[in-house]
């Protein structure tokens, strides 16, 4: 792996190491800022049962941008639009080069379990949150059971 930066090569390791429960990220073999996630939906929330695919990609000047981040499996989500692109801060304007792919990837799977339709990436979703949550969590769950389980 000569000639990647040792921070990402640090980073990948401890993912290897010490994966985060729910969580599995694995560097491409073709090129190593291109990762294959996996993440379970949390258990109790609308996604428990689900598994979910995203990638994520480290650009040129990582850790001094954020990395890119988007579902690839259908998901109904008030910050998650149907592109798969997520509304979260620490991918925005709250990122920090202390931060890390481990972060963010608890931070996406915490936005599972607790959906902020207050800042909504995909309006309607969050509007149907915020009049009949019932309704909407019953959506969120018949998406999961439709398209991120087997």
């Keep these: 792996m000569a000639g990647f930066p040792r921070r990402i090569f640090k980073e990948i390791e401890r993912l290897l190491e010490e994966p985060v429960p729910g969580i599995s990220a694995i560097p491409d073999e073709s090129n190593y800022r291109y ?19 995203l990638e994520l990609f480290l650009p040129e000047d990582y850790p001094m941008s954020a990395p ?3 579902f690839i499996t259908k998901i109904y989500h008030p910050n998650i639009d149907r592109l798969g692109r997520i509304c979260l801060d620490i991918l925005k304007d709250k990122w920090s080069p202390a931060l890390q792919i481990r972060t963010v990837l608890l931070s996406i799977q915490a936005l599972l379990s607790a959906p902020n339709p207050d800042d909504p990436l995909e309006n309607h979703v969050a509007d149907l949150w915020k009049i009949d949550e019932i309704k909407a969590i019953h959506n969120a769950r018949e998406w999961t059971r439709q398209y991120a389980m087997p």
């Design 68 to 70: 890119k981040v988007r």
């Design 35 to 53: 990762f294959r996630v996996f993440i379970t939906g949390p258990k109790d929330s609308p996604f428990e049962g689900g598994l979910f695919k």
